[in-house]
């Protein structure tokens, strides 16, 4: 394996990270004004991700910037066009931030019902803006000899890239719902599992149709048992949903996006952005790839920073590992 076939390894497991760990952050936050009865329970919603929320989101910088440093002109054929989502995305982060921040700062209902409806819309945007993103990486662009875009801006936008973007927020939905119901207790957990059943059979439904799509176009036998792994893990995760057992339904939704990340970067390679007007004209990696002594030096930086990030993470996850209910929220005080 070449360092260039190594990074591109190395991204794809960086996407997987951020949709699985981003996925339920993001379900939860989509969830808040569904599941969330009254301020006390939306708390618990909060207080289950807000520890981990922000180291979730550095999968995404890291698979921007490893891309921009591993595959200069994958970066800038792709990211330029998907300026437009990608600025969506970028202000939908910035204002679900501050939301979570701002919204225990006043005593008032209307302002934490405000400031809630910003985490709301800034937990949809992202997944969809990022499922766009995959898409279009995965099912191409119309580039020209030069690596470059033909057409608007809106070029990345299509029917089969709006599916992918569908496919993506649906999952984040449901790996949310199957996430409250593992890390809260009491008739809040119940809800969220019983919202988790329900949602699970129609969430598949665009990710089942959009991996068919990409097993379509640019599938392998190998990819179309990564294909169907992920659809037999769906199963399983209702079916353990069903039997009350919330962590083995959360992880068999891992197994999913696992599945279905393989099914995607598996397709792709060995190129990073197909072109629609002409094959000859798709980026390969290869072709898109630095030079080797910069793929040396990020090896060697990622072998001694990467342990030491993905450590202090999965403790973070171990520390805060127990349930959270009701009867853990205090008062509310003003400041």
């Known amino acids: 394996m ?9 991204i794809a497991f960086f996407w997987l990270g951020y949709l699985f760990l981003e996925g339920f952050d993001f379900g939860v936050g989509m969830l808040l004004p569904v599941l969330g009865r009254d301020n006390t329970e939306r708390r618990v919603m909060v207080n289950t991700i807000g520890p981990v929320w922000d180291g979730n989101e550095v999968w995404l910088i890291v698979a921007a910037g490893a891309t921009f440093a591993a595959f200069p002109a994958w970066y800038a054929g792709l990211f330029s066009a998907a300026y437009l989502p ?18 225990g700062k006043v005593d008032s209902e ?5 400031w809630d409806r910003v985490i709301m819309i800034g937990s949809w945007i992202p997944p969809l803006g990022v499922g766009l993103i995959l898409a279009t990486t995965v099912l191409g662009l119309p580039l020209d000899a030069d690596g470059n875009r033909v ?5 990345a936008v299509r029917w089969d890239t709006l599916l992918g973007a569908l496919a993506i927020a649906a999952f984040s939905i449901t790996h949310g719902a199957a996430f409250l119901a593992l890390k809260t207790s009491g008739d809040l957990r119940e809800r969220a599992r019983h919202l988790a ?10 990710m089942v149709a959009f991996l068919a799509v990409v097993q379509w176009r640019a599938g392998t036998l190998w990819t179309l048992l990564a294909f169907g792994i992920s659809a037999a893990a769906a199963v399983v995760a209702w079916l353990r949903l069903h039997a009350d057992r919330d ?16 099914t995607m970067f598996g397709s792709l390679f060995p190129n990073v952005l197909p072109s629609t007007l002409d094959a000859a004209n798709t980026l390969t990696i290869a072709g898109a790839a630095s030079s080797p ?9 990622a072998l001694f920073g990467a342990p030491a990030v993905l450590i202090y993470q999965g403790w973070t996850y171990w520390v805060f590992r127990k349930r959270i209910g009701t009867q853990h929220i205090p008062a509310v005080h003003a400041p």
């Open 2 to 10: 070449t360092l260039a076939t190594g990074w591109f390894v190395v």
């Open 86 to 103: 990608l600025l969506l995305v970028l202000l939908a982060l910035i204002g679900r931030g501050v939301a979570f921040d701002y919204r």
């Open 110 to 114: 209307r302002w934490r019902r405000t």
């Open 151 to 155: 057409g608007s801006a809106f070029a």
């Open 197 to 206: 059943l329900k949602l699970l059979p129609v969430a598949m439904v665009p």
């Open 247 to 262: 962590g083995q339904a959360f992880a068999a939704l891992g197994v999913v996006i696992a599945g279905a990340a393989v």
């Open 293 to 301: 002594y910069t793929l040396t030096v990020m090896t060697w930086v």
